[in-house]
């Protein structure tokens, strides 16, 4: 039989501990395996839980993770965008939680029980005996919400139910804190880069905070972009972006290499350098990312010209010098870049690039940095750039591996 005061003094150390040591493990997977065992600990009958958290996130829509008293550790599924669209989501329970923001119960032991939910069929083949999903709302109104499900005979009792609902209102509070700082990170992710994300969200945010590296710099552009602006339609140009984008953020990305910023159909990116001893490679590094986005554009372009659209042609410049990495701009409107001689020459010499007819040029200092064989393309003025500079290429098949 059920010890009601036990149960409540149980209920009382999870909240407990949720809110004190609980609540600084940022890894929800963990923290909700620890949570569901305290429960049962605390002697609620609990064999099945099941969380969904929102998220402002490009590619996902929610994060969700399942617990189950036989398995040793709680999973995380991360749901995209798509799939509030799909038949498990508009039938699911939790969909309607989020629309009416109403606690649903389904004493699955009752023989007039509704199944009018999948999860409750799946529940009862398995043995489960009650089902309740309770929703954790938000400061802002979002709902998240958490389900509970026993295989005890007899489901839950109230008591227990009473417990479930002080552990979900306290998970509200913990899961809108970790979800604010994840979504900061998601966003800082996306729209500055990891690493520099990484540096504003410890603290580097005023204007003018800054510090001097040493980086491969990647400097790319599109090859008559104008002219497409002015002969496509606008989705067409924004199509063609994305994909150029995506392959060379992706390239590069893979590399270990930052995309920084976009600048019209530009893109600006580092390999920062953390000792002189991995020059050679961070600077081989940098020509492997542009060995897979010519083979990638080459392969994109033969689908395009299938589907008459206009091919993507591209220029590359790589650089190797010391930048200055830190915020500029307005005290209300800041940027997180790199700045200095280097970032123009690399962009000055993407220009020239195109003058001289190649997918690909770098500095002297890279080209000597690389250990690569490269082709001299001669002496050249850059734009900005008081003395002539001598120009390379390297064949784009050299991967410098």
């Known amino acids: ?52 958290v929102a998220t402002l996130h490009p590619q996902v829509v929610a994060s969700a993770y399942t617990w189950r008293r036989e398995d040793p550790g709680a999973v995380r599924r991360a749901a995209p965008h798509a ?14 939680l989020k629309r009416t923001g109403r606690r649903i119960r389904r004493k699955i032991c009752d023989p007039g029980c509704p199944l009018d939910y999948p999860i409750v069929e799946e529940l009862r083949a398995a043995g489960g005996t009650d089902y309740v999903a309770m929703p954790m709302i938000c400061s ?19 008591p227990e139910l009473a417990d479930l609902t002080a552990i979900a209102d306290a998970l509200a ?25 990484e540096r504003v969200l410890s603290g580097a945010i005023t204007r003018g905070s800054q510090e001097t590296i040493h980086a491969v710099i990647w400097y790319c552009d599109l090859r ?15 199509a ?23 600048i019209g159909d530009a893109m600006l ?10 020059v050679a490679a961070r600077c081989r590094a940098a020509l492997r990312a542009a060995v897979v986005v010519r083979a990638k554009i080459t392969e994109r372009n033969l689908a395009r010209r299938d589907a008459g659209e206009p091919e993507i042609r591209f220029g590359l410049a790589l650089h190797l010098g010391e930048v200055s990495y830190g915020n500029i701009g307005a005290p209300n409107r800041l940027d997180f870049t790199v700045v200095g001689p280097a970032v123009n020459h690399a962009s000055r010499l993407e220009k020239l690039a195109g003058e001289l007819g190649r997918e690909l040029v770098t500095s002297a200092s890279f080209a ?33 591996a």
């Open 1 to 52: 039989m059920h010890d009601q005061s036990a149960g409540n003094r149980g209920a009382v150390e999870v909240v407990n501990w949720m809110l004190s040591s609980g609540r600084h493990n940022t890894r929800m997977r963990e923290f909700g395996d620890e949570m569901c065992r305290r429960i049962v600990a605390a002697g609620i009958p609990l064999w099945r839980a099941f969380c969904s």
């Open 140 to 158: 802002s109104g979002e709902i998240n919400t958490i389900s509970w499900a026993t295989n005890r005979p007899g489901g839950f009792s109230e």
């Open 83 to 96: 799939f509030t669209e799909s038949p498990e989501w508009t039938s699911s329970p939790v969909a309607e």
């Open 173 to 197: 509070i913990i899961v809108e804190l970790q979800s604010t700082r994840r979504v900061a990170r998601y966003l800082l992710d996306t729209y500055v880069g990891h690493r520099t994300g």
């Open 368 to 400: 000597l940095a690389s250990g690569v064989e490269m082709e001299h393309l001669g002496r050249h003025q850059l734009k900005g750039v008081r003395e002539e500079q001598e120009v390379f290429a390297p064949a784009l098949g050299e991967s410098g």
């Open 240 to 262: 063609l972006l994305n994909e150029y984008f995506e392959i060379v953020v992706d390239a590069v990305a893979a590399e270990g290499g930052e995309a920084l910023k976009f």
């Open 224 to 238: 008559g972009f104008t002219t497409l602006t002015d002969s496509l339609a606008k989705d067409r140009v924004i």
């Open 269 to 278: 990116a580092i390999f920062e350098l953390e000792s002189q001893a991995e």
